[in-house]
């Protein structure tokens, strides 16, 4: 059997090497976009998450909760909770995306009806304050009247 010609000319590698990418780039469309690999998340930390959601809606009420709903709480409770999970065989996704997503829009949206509610309370009470003042300006009895009518 013949040796194979070893020696390659310059033509010959530059056709060799644009064969190869030729070859890369087929394959490449053939095999089509990889996916991005999927977010591996601890299952002690997805049930953390329950008591962590929870803990950030009772805190806009009571906010002295906020000692008790502690990361380091949270995260004990999402290990303890892990293990009871998979004793019993339960999922370890922790809260239900929908749930967790009502939890967090609460977070932002009772502290700001909150805030805007105090607002709307202290303007109204300003343009009281200054009527008053008006009529107190204007006679001393429509003063007493608004005064007696607040």
Same mark, same amino acid.
């Given at each position: 059997?013949?040796?194979?010609?070893?020696?390659?000319?310059?033509?010959? /590698?530059?056709?060799?090497?644009?064969?190869? !990418?030729?070859?890369?780039?087929?394959?490449?469309?053939?095999?089509?976009? &990889?996916?991005?690999?999927?977010?591996?998340?601890?299952?002690?930390? /997805?049930?953390? !998450?329950?008591?962590? &959601?929870?803990?950030?809606?009772?805190?806009?009420?009571?906010?002295?909760?906020?000692?008790?709903?502690?990361?380091?709480?949270?995260? &004990?409770?999402?290990? !303890?909770?892990?293990?009871?999970?998979?004793?019993?065989?339960?999922?370890?996704?922790?809260?239900?995306?929908?749930?967790?997503?009502?939890?967090?829009?609460?977070?932002?949206?009772?502290?700001?009806?909150?805030?805007?509610?105090?607002?709307?309370? /202290?303007?109204?009470?300003?343009?009281? !304050?200054?009527? &008053?003042?008006?009529?107190?300006?204007?006679?001393?009895?429509?003063?007493? /009247?608004?005064?007696?009518?607040?």
């Amino acid at each position: 059997m013949p040796e194979a010609n070893t020696t390659e000319t310059p033509e010959i /590698a530059a056709i060799l090497n644009s064969a190869r !990418d030729i070859d890369s780039a087929a394959n490449a469309v053939i095999s089509g976009p &990889q996916p991005e690999p999927a977010e591996v998340i601890d299952p002690a930390e /997805a049930w953390a !998450d329950i008591p962590r &959601q929870v803990g950030k809606l009772l805190c806009i009420a009571a906010p002295e909760l906020a000692d008790v709903y502690t990361e380091k709480a949270c995260k &004990q409770w999402g290990k !303890d909770m892990h293990r009871v999970a998979v004793k019993r065989g339960w999922s370890t996704d922790g809260l239900p995306p929908e749930v967790a997503a009502a939890i967090s829009t609460g977070g932002f949206l009772l502290p700001s009806f909150f805030v805007i509610r105090a607002k709307v309370s /202290a303007a109204r009470k300003a343009r009281q !304050d200054r009527a &008053q003042a008006e009529a107190a300006a204007a006679s001393p009895e429509a003063a007493a /009247a608004a005064a007696v009518s607040a």
